[in-house]
């Protein structure tokens, strides 16, 4: 075990609160959807025609259910582990969903760039979320699979106004912060009752993508809390700023594989 590894154990168990950021580095590689030969099929099949644009998330979705790589269960048991007995809140800018899994308390979690368990219309006509309607997904999976055509595939709408149904998900025409809006509120509410407690911050993979939901925040609580100690793991924008450096430390690494490290 390294320094930084013991050093890291030994801030947390100390700590009487404990801050997670997951960034954009820890989330699943979606390149392993490029990689499968039948998706190359399909994206030649349905080539430019964006009638059919819609079915990716779907294939996505699926990937995600059979394709999830060892060492992302490693990594979120590690994480469980670490965090067992503590007073904690989990900021993720994941969509993949892993974190829900994890078996951490999903009402200490907050992922404000949304994911593949709600869907929304593309309008957000009501602001209301519903669930993935199942008859769609198998009907991708089937198409996937060569057992219908693309033709056979019908696209979901919002039952209320029959445009697109998306899901819910950061990057759709008007996204529907109400999936995740309730959490942040407890997210804000938590942050309150850490000034002036010793808070262990890990940040794990956020760079430059969404800087305002984790990195800068982060900073900000490690400005005025100084009893707080940031751990920011990034395979390059892993530096922190002069006024908090003695207050944290900057590890250049993988933050999956990092998390692997930790396990027990």
């Not at 999830?68 to 965090?83: G, I, S």
């Amino acid at each position: 075990m390294d320094d930084k590894v013991q050093e890291l154990r030994d801030r947390l168990r100390v700590a009487e609160l404990v801050l997670v950021g997951l960034g954009e580095e820890f989330q699943y590689d979606w390149n392993v959807l490029l990689r499968d030969a039948r998706f190359q099929e399909i994206e030649r099949e349905t080539g430019a025609d964006e009638r059919y644009v819609w079915i990716v998330p779907f294939l996505q979705k699926m990937i995600l259910q059979k394709g999830r790589e060892e060492r992302w269960d490693r990594a979120y048991r590690a994480l469980r582990e670490l965090l067992t007995g503590k007073n904690y809140f989990i900021v993720s800018l994941c969509i993949d969903d892993y974190i829900y899994g994890a078996g951490v308390n999903e009402e200490r979690i907050v992922t404000p760039c949304g994911g593949f368990r709600k869907m929304q219309c593309d309008d957000n006509c009501a602001g209301e979320l519903t669930e993935m309607p199942e008859r769609s997904f198998a009907a991708v999976l089937r198409y996937y699979r060569k057992e219908i055509s693309l033709e056979e595939l019908e696209e979901p709408v919002c039952k209320k106004c029959g445009k697109k149904s998306r899901f819910n998900q950061l990057g759709v025409h008007r996204y529907a912060e109400e999936g995740y809006l309730e959490q942040w509120q407890l997210y804000t509410k938590w942050l309150q009752g850490t000034l002036n407690k010793r808070l262990c911050v890990l940040e794990l993979g956020a760079g430059m993508e969404y800087p305002g939901i984790i990195r800068f925040p982060f900073e900000k609580i490690m400005y005025y809390n100084r009893k707080a100690f940031l751990y920011r793991v990034h395979p390059q924008l892993y530096q922190v700023g002069e006024e908090i450096a003695d207050r944290s430390r900057g590890i250049a690494e993988n933050p999956v594989d990092f998390l692997c490290r930790l396990s027990f």
